[in-house]
Structure formats: C-alpha cells, structure tokens
C-alpha cells in the first residue's frame, strides 16, 4: 500500500511517516491543480537513484569533474529524447525548474535594462515573465498585455500595437491560467515585425504539444521553455529548446551563466518521461485530458459556473465564483476538505485582491493520469457545485454535512482509480 521504502523507514521513521502521509493524501484526493501530475512508477524509480551522488559542471563530452562515462550517456539520451519528440535542433535539459529555465533565456537574449514583453501576471502569466515582484521585473523593462475584458482571450492586435511602440528585445507567450489555444504563428509575425526574440513558454502545455493536443510553438518560437513536471508527467525540471542561433548562448547561460551541476538523477527521471511521452498511448492521453477539461468546463457552466473565455481548450479550467457570491480562497479551503483540491487563483481584471482572488483554477492532467474520464469528470462538478452552493449559503452547519456527504463519495471514486507510482 506504500511506496516508501524500508531502508528510509529504518533510517528516519519520523520523515518516512510524512512521506506515507503524503502518500496517502494524494491516493485520497482528487488532484485538480492544473500544475501537478502524477509520474510514473519508472520515472519515480529514476529520480530516486545514486545519480545523486554525481557531479557534472558543464556538457556531456566538455565536463569539469572526471567519471562521467555513464552521466554524458544520460543526458545525451534525455538531450535526444528531447529533440526527437518536439522536433527541435537543440536542447538543454539542466535547468532546476521553469523559473531558472526563463531567467537563463533573459541571460542569453537580452542585457539588464531591456525593454521585454510578456503577459501579465494578473491575466493568466507567469511571475518570470516580468512582473515587478520577480528579478526578471526589477532587472528588466517589463511591459504586458492583458487579455479582453469581454472575450478573456489574449487580443493580437494591442500585442501587436504594443510590441511596435514598445520595441522589446524578447517577447514571452504562454502563462499560468490560460484556458485557450496560444496563437504561436501570431506572436512569431508580430516578434519578427518589430525584431524581438520569441519566447514560447509552454510549462502547463508541454504534454499536450507532445502528444498533439495543442499546436506546436517549433518553427515560430526562437525559444522554448518548459517544466518537465505538469501535463508531460516528469520529475520537477525544466528544458530549454532553441533553434541553433541561440543554442550557444542559451547553453552558457545555463552553465555556467546562472547554475552549477545538473541534478542527474532528475536528468534521468526526465529521460524516462520523455520516453513514456514518446509512445502511442500518450497522444491518446494528452486528447483524453483535453476531452475531460471539455467535459468538466460543460457541467460547470450547466450548473452556472462562470468560465473566463467561456471554456477551454486545454486542460485548464478558470472559474470566475463571483456570479457564485463566494471568493476563490474560502471555496479552494472547503473543496480541498472534502477532497477536491485545487487552488484559488485571480481572474482577468479582478475586483478582489491577490491574496483573496475572486478565482479558482482547475486542471484535469492528474485525474486523467488515473484513468478518469469524462463521466467522473462530470461527477467532479456535480461535487464542486454542491459545496460551492453550500457555501455561498453561509450555514456553518450545512457546509459541514456537506463537506462530509462529498468526501465520503470522493473516497468511494479514488478508491477505484489507483495512482501511477504508488498502486
Ligand atoms: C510553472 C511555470 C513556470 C515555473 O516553473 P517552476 O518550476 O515553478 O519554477 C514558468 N512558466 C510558466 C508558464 C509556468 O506555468
């Protein structure tokens, strides 16, 4: 019932009863959170090996450490695996994580100071693409575009208007919280037109790009960054993808511009995933998110949900629960009792504030990594409306009933539904 193995209990009884607790948290929720997954049974065996204990500076065949006979085969596996299934002519696999992924492409691109371009965090960004609280917003000349108020789509032509008054050195497209196709030949016109980089950042998509769910940014986008860990089902890492006249720059800036040794055991862990992402049955699982996604977005509006966008076309799902009297915050905290967890999350042009956002935002990558399809999507909803209602009706008592009522149906359907690396 457990994947915790012996020798950690032994060692430290005290750190692997949190694990099994962990464990059983996740075996016992349904993970809605529109950035986790689940890896595989593989993938986890990868991550967890002696691969540790190495160190690597620098690239395979051109190291700082001697006894990489083994390491510069792994990375030039996972390097391959890489190209190979988006089509790309380069790869670096060694960035820790997104966020150091995007920094490392600033470090390649453009100098302090520059004016740089990408979507606001508020409508759907990431922290990384220049908002004033991140490095990248103190040390750069950020400027954003928004998406409609109407629509919650992003609006071509104020990018466009924006990008030619502006002049920015690189322009990032892709986000946190968008539900919607990213129109990568669109960005590539405008970068082109006023001379900028192209960054795609496609850390929520990257399992769907593989799996030829969403269109792919390759042949539009300069640069590609991505997480390994959300829809593409790896260890937490990142990857950087660039067409060969950036490959030079962005691989000094990975190393040695901005880290140290890759971490080779998630190296390898990300070789794995890349091989699972190669194989038949992950396009029809990318599609299976999606469809479920589409299924889940249709009974929330059924049941009076408000969609930023009117739905989606990826596996994300963004809720406007103004229309539902209560905010993001308390709704994420009541559904994540009853099993359901997910994160509050703003919307475009919220009234309310960051930190008690008038959001809540889904994601169906995990539940479908467990073989839930649409009529336990539908099931999902059934669920969040009946706890959303609830709430909005402000009985401390009858949240409570029905807090209980849901979980208990919960547990019934994780109970069914085995989670990859543990069941
Ligand atoms: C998750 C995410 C990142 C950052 O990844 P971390 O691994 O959390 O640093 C960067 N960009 C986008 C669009 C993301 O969704």
Redesign the pocket.
């Known amino acids: 019932m457990t994947a915790t193995p012996n020798h950690l209990r032994s060692v430290d009884p005290q750190l692997a009863g949190l694990i099994t607790a962990e464990e059983a948290r996740q075996r016992d929720t349904l993970k809605l959170i529109a ?1 986790e997954n689940y890896v595989s049974a593989a993938v986890l065996e990868a991550s967890g090996t002696v691969l540790t204990n190495k160190y690597s500076e620098g690239y395979a065949g051109r190291r700082y450490y001697e006894g990489q006979q083994v390491i510069d085969q792994i990375e030039t596996l996972a390097v391959d695996r890489a190209k190979a299934l988006f089509g790309t002519e380069h790869a670096n696999v060694q960035p820790y ?6 920094l490392a492409v600033y470090l390649a691109v453009a100098k302090p100071g520059d004016t740089v371009m990408g979507m606001a965090l508020p409508m759907g ?5 220049g908002w004033s609280v991140s490095a990248t917003g103190r040390w750069f000349n950020a400027v954003h575009y928004d998406v409609g108020r109407e629509t919650g789509r992003v609006d071509m032509d104020e990018v466009r208007d924006l990008a030619r008054r502006e002049r920015p050195t690189l322009i990032f497209c ?3 919280a968008i539900p919607r196709v990213i129109d990568f030949p669109a960005f590539a016109e405008i970068a082109r037109e006023v001379g900028a980089v192209l960054v795609a ?1 496609i ?2 998509i990257a399992g769907l790009v593989a799996g030829g769910a969403h269109p792919s940014p390759v042949g539009h986008a300069d640069i590609i ?1 991505t ?1 390994t ?2 829809t593409l089902r790896g260890p ?1 890492g ?1 990857m950087i993808m660039a067409a060969p006249e950036h490959a030079k720059a962005i691989d000094k800036a990975v190393f040695p511009g901005l880290q140290g040794g890759p971490h080779n055991h998630t190296t390898a862990g990300i070789a794995v995933a890349l091989h699972e992402a190669a194989q038949p049955g992950f396009a029809d699982y990318a599609h299976q998110i999606v469809a479920n996604a589409r299924a889940l977005a249709e009974e929330l509006q059924a049941r009076g949900f408000d969609l930023i966008s009117g739905g989606t076309d990826n596996h994300l799902i963004l809720i406007d629960l103004t229309s539902k009297g209560v905010g993001g915050k308390p709704a994420a905290q009541i559904l994540d009792q009853a099993g359901l967890e997910a994160n509050y999350n703003t919307v475009p042009y919220d009234t309310r504030k960051p930190f008690d956002p008038s959001g809540l935002r889904l994601g169906t990558a995990a539940l479908t990594s467990r073989g839930m399809a649409e009529p336990e999507m539908r099931e999902v909803a059934r669920w969040m409306d009946e706890i959303v209602s609830t709430l909005a009706g402000d009985d401390t008592e009858a949240v409570e009933k029905a807090v209980a009522r849901v979980h208990g149906e919960v547990s019934e359907l994780t109970g069914r539904f085995p989670v990859p690396g543990l069941d």
């Open positions: 950035s994580s997104g966020s150091p992924a995007n960004g990431h922290l990384t693409h892709g986000g946190t950042d850390a929520h960054t997480t860990h959300k937490r990142a």
